[in-house]
């Protein structure tokens, strides 16, 4: 269990790991911000590394929390994954491109952390594809968990590809393109007409 001071040091230091990337935030940097010494810092956490693996457990847990949320407004699977893909979109306005590059160049390890989450995800994509097929929303001919790869397969492309930021695309950008193309591509008139609709709603 966390101790205030810690659960604020967390929430700071994820927020600027987002905002300026991993390797531009210092723990100076860090402690000057939250004002506080570095010596009270590293009496909390021990070095950058092990702070850097409880942002990203403070971000699994707050995902976790907003989806969970979701959950209960949303009337159907297909409206779920429209919103949960809307605020990742969101997100990634807000993230600097240098913090999946530095997370990858100077943090493997932790980087698996990534990996191994996207196992875990990878099976609650599948329950909702295959929630929208029995629900008519999805076409019933497609196999829920090919779906789910294809779709984890195009994110990835976006996330680790060089050539996103030469051709001066966004990431918010190509996301919605990707999600969107992909959608009306294995939706049903049902899903069709739904996503159709959210897309009008989202416009204005």
């Known amino acids: 269990m966390y101790t205030a001071l810690e659960q604020r040091i967390i929430a700071k230091a994820s927020e600027l790991f987002l905002l300026h990337g991993i390797k531009a935030v210092t723990m100076d940097f860090l402690a000057t911000e939250m004002g506080i ?9 021990k070095d950058k590394e092990t702070l850097l693996r409880k942002t990203l457990e403070y971000q699994d847990k707050k995902s976790r929390q907003e989806r969970e949320k979701l959950a209960k407004e949303c ?17 990634l306005r807000r993230i600097n491109r240098n913090y999946i590059r ?13 990996t191994k989450k996207r196992e875990t995800d990878m099976e609650k994509v599948v329950s909702v594809m295959e929630k929208s097929i029995q629900e008519g929303y999805i076409r019933a001919e497609l196999n829920p968990r090919i ?8 994110l990835e492309t976006l996330i680790y590809s060089e050539k996103i930021e030469k051709n001066h695309f966004s990431y918010p950008e190509v996301f919605e393109t990707i999600v969107l193309n992909y959608a009306r591509g294995i939706a ?17």
Request: no cysteine; hydrophobic share 40%.
């Open 188 to 204: 049903t008139p049902k899903g069709l007409e739904l996503i159709e609709d959210f897309m009008e709603k989202m416009n204005h």
């Open 37 to 45: 010494s570095k010596r009270t810092l590293y009496e909390r956490f």
């Open 102 to 114: 530095d997370l990858q160049k100077y943090h493997p390890q932790i980087a698996d952390y990534f």
């Open 147 to 154: 779906l789910a790869l294809l779709l984890r397969v195009q």
């Open 75 to 91: 009337t159907n699977p297909l409206e779920l994954n429209l919103m949960e893909y809307k605020a990742i979109s969101d997100s």
